[in-house]
């Protein structure tokens, strides 16, 4: 992705420009012609997905979503906008940092590494070999809280000048090119006003930002550049500048956005974490939380993984695969003689801590950009927001009342109490 110019449409103009036409399908068409596989939203399974998108009508024209703590529902109206829904089912993640992919194939009297970009063995070609050339794709709708998990991500993931670094990601990520779409229907799950990430999309991290709005029966675009490689697709389609009445107007839509929101995390979670880890909510939430990991699969930002070896029944190859993994296992935090965090009540703790507290230690930001999807996907309806807002009010401790229960980390026999609630 390029960077700087942002904020101006095509030909120089200072503001955005209004998309004459149908400036989705040209935009697509530009993008297609330029060899770039374009992915977006499209309907799939009764829900709003990313996938390779071969023409306008693969956008999910007249979808919106419903979405609640471990509930998500489409409907359909005849209505004209293609982007009237809140953060997809998954993140970009699944794209630069797939769920599987191979690191390397390794042959009998050699390996061939192919994270390094080698693509045969000393006996033979690798026959796993992960894209060395990913294709040139474009991210195309791409939600503004999802542009603030990209860059947390980059931070993570592409970052050598911190340390962090992984080929493959930096590979994909570095010509694919970004067109973002402001957010203007929030789902009841969202809470990006609060952590600064949306609705509105800001004035970096995108080639292209785009704001649909509907005017009568159909949807126009506003439309501006955030980077030269952005001011040069605008160039390839018709525009003009957009009026001041179109300006206001997307204005006034992101406004109304920001104020549907109705969940956010506490002021200051950090805080509220730090003073909260014998909090007795954690038992609560350990009594709900099933430990399916549904939550970091669905976060755009998490991208714990592991590795597994697989040799071959010849004994000839072994293919080394990198898979997602999650906190919420018990393997996760196994090391010699046990797992570190024995309860769900531990994970559920690690999980919240990590992302919201530090995160900030390790790469400077917060790891919750606000999308809502743990709280969607949860199929317990766990919510980030109110777990948080649980953990920051002062409870009776049970030290005050009795001997101590079990450590949530499950490292002592538990001493249970028959008001205590159900052992995590
Ligand atoms: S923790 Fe939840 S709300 Fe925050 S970025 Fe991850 S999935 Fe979205
Ligand atoms: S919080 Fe919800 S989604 Fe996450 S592991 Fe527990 S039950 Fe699964």
């Excluded at 955030?226 to 406004?255: C, K, M, N, Y």
């Excluded at 999980?351 to 809502?372: P, R």
Aim: net charge positive; glycine share 10%.
């Amino acid at each position: 992705m390029g960077a700087g110019q942002p904020n101006s449409g095509g030909s120089g103009e200072p503001g955005p420009v209004r998309l004459l036409g149908d400036g989705v399908a040209a935009l697509m068409a530009v993008l297609r012609a330029a060899g770039r596989e374009v992915i977006g939203p499209t309907v799939r399974d009764g829900a709003i997905v990313l996938r390779p998108l071969k023409r306008p009508d693969d956008l999910p024209r007249g979808w919106h979503d419903r979405q609640e703590a471990g509930l998500y529902r489409l409907d359909w109206e005849d209505r004209p906008t293609r982007f009237a829904h809140a953060a997809p089912a998954q993140g970009w993640k699944r794209v630069l940092h797939p769920p599987e992919a191979c690191v390397g194939t390794a042959y009998r009297g050699g390996i061939a590494s192919s994270a390094e970009g080698a693509d045969a063995g000393p006996d033979g070609p690798c026959w796993a070999a992960p894209e060395a050339s990913p294709p040139l794709r474009a991210f195309f709708g791409v939600r503004p809280c999802d542009l603030a998990a990209l860059s947390v991500l980059d931070g993570i993931l592409a970052n050598p000048a911190a340390g962090y670094h992984d080929p493959a990601y930096a590979r994909r990520r570095r010509d694919t090119l970004v067109v973002a779409a402001d957010c203007a229907s929030p789902a009841a799950t969202c809470f990006c006003a609060g952590m600064g990430t949306g609705p509105g999309v800001g004035d970096s991290g995108f080639d292209v930002a785009l704001t649909e709005l509907v005017e009568g029966d159909a949807a126009v675009y506003l439309a501006r550049a955030g980077s030269p490689a952005g001011a040069a697709l605008l160039e390839a389609v018709e525009h003009r500048p957009a009026s001041d009445a179109e300006r206001a107007a997307a204005t006034d839509q992101t406004v109304r956005a920001t104020k549907a929101q109705t969940r956010a995390l506490p002021a200051d979670p950090r805080a509220i974490l730090a003073r909260a880890t014998e909090h007795r909510h954690w038992a609560d939430v350990a009594a709900r939380c099933l430990a399916c990991g549904t939550c970091t699969l669905a976060c755009p930002t998490c991208f714990c993984a592991t590795v597994e070896d697989a040799t071959s029944l010849d004994g000839v190859t072994a293919a080394r695969t990198r898979r997602w993994s999650s906190c919420f296992t018990e393997a996760f935090s196994y090391i010699h003689g046990g797992a570190v965090r024995g309860t769900r009540g531990a994970r559920y703790r690690q999980w919240i801590t990590h992302k919201l507290s530090a995160w900030y230690d390790q790469f400077g930001t917060s790891g919750c950009v606000g999308c809502g999807r743990c709280v969607t996907w949860c199929p317990v309806g766990i919510d980030i927001t109110a777990e948080v807002a649980a953990l920051s009010e002062t409870r009776p401790s049970h030290r005050r009342r009795g001997p101590a229960r079990r450590p949530v980390d499950g490292s002592a026999t538990p001493r249970r109490r028959k008001d205590d609630p159900p052992a995590p």
